[in-house]
């Protein structure tokens, strides 16, 4: 028999939901996914950059990435 255990929610999960508990259109809800959506692509720019700027991450290495197939690559990963 499986046990259930109760959803114990962090600080930002309960800040999310009662932000979302507002939300009353599509619009409202587009609004912010946009806004999450900005956020990790902000993110992931810097974090490239750094990577660029670090030599982590150069022209070679983006060549190569450029010749995996990505979606197979990401199975394997999981």
Known sequence: ???TH???FNDAQLYLL???SDIKTDKELLDIKKLISDYYAKKLD???DD???SGELDQKRLDE???V???SWLEEQC
Request: glycine share 0%; hydrophobic share 45%.
């Open 1 to 3: 028999m499986k046990t």
């Open 6 to 8: 109760p959803t114990v």
């Open 18 to 20: 009662d932000v979302f």
């Open 46 to 48: 810097t974090e490239l």
């Open 51 to 53: 990577m660029w700027q």
């Open 65 to 67: 990435i450029n010749e």
């Open 69 to 71: 197939d990505l979606h």
